[in-house]
């Protein structure tokens, strides 16, 4: 767009032409003396088509660059069909596992060899592992075993009068006997029984009676231990 002062030009110059053509004849001088009247001329034809043409014609071309036209209408939204999600055995097949292979053969036993306590195994590749100290790893999982509060574990060391005796009686498990004997006799309200599967702490009370100096058998409340159950009694020796 043409700047305000080439504007003020193009209307000055289109303006002077405007006048030219609606302007009448100068009339008479008057009198001097009297102030004359003034004579109007004849009113001026009206100007040329083709001038009025020419004078849009000029405005529009100074002004055509600032000239918009109207905003469009908004274009109508589409919304597409929702797709689907894939089904399991109708749009895709489903993974099956195959068949299983055959199985290997048995390796054989990798070649070893001792020294005093110590062990030590042949690598795959021909080559010789690490010596293990086989009586170091026995030390450490013995001091790891937990003995009963105040007694010990029958077969570490001897066993005094005065302290609990616990004893594993599963040899006598058979599934249907009821009746056990500890290896010594015991005091009378020092036996405990426990055992692997319920009821774990047997109940003096209700689960077993003293039966001997060195037997107790268990009642209709409970059931004979399973063959190989874990079957542990704790007592003081008489």
Request: net charge negative; hydrophobic share 25%.
């Amino acid at each position: 767009m043409g700047s305000h002062k080439e504007l003020n030009e193009l209307f000055n110059e289109m303006g002077d032409e405007l006048v030219a053509q609606f302007k009448g004849d100068k009339g008479d001088p008057g009198k001097q003396g009297k102030p004359g009247k003034s004579i109007k001329g004849d009113k001026g034809d009206l100007p040329s088509q083709s001038l009025v043409l020419e004078f849009v014609r000029k405005v529009f071309d100074a002004f055509k660059g600032d000239l918009k036209g109207d905003k469009g209408d908004l274009g109508d939204s589409v919304k597409g069909d929702p797709g689907k999600s894939p089904i399991a055995g109708i749009d895709y097949d489903i993974p099956t596992d195959g068949d299983p292979g055959d199985p290997g053969e048995k390796g054989a036993i990798p070649d070893h060899e001792w020294d005093g306590k110590k062990l030590r195994f042949e690598k795959p590749d021909g080559e010789w592992g690490e010596w293990i100290n086989i009586w170091d790893i026995i030390t450490q999982q013995v001091k790891k075993i937990k003995l009963p509060k105040g007694g010990i574990l029958k077969g570490f060391g001897g066993v005094s009068q005065s302290q609990p005796v616990t004893e594993s009686i599963t040899d006598q498990c058979d599934g249907s006997n009821k009746v056990f004997t500890t290896e010594f006799n015991y005091k009378a309200g020092t036996l405990q029984v426990s055992g692997q599967d319920f009821p774990y702490n047997y109940d003096p009370a209700s689960d077993w009676t003293e039966t001997g100096n060195n037997e107790f058998t268990l009642t209709s409340e409970v059931d004979a231990p399973k063959t190989g159950q874990r079957f542990l009694v704790t007592y003081v020796r008489s």
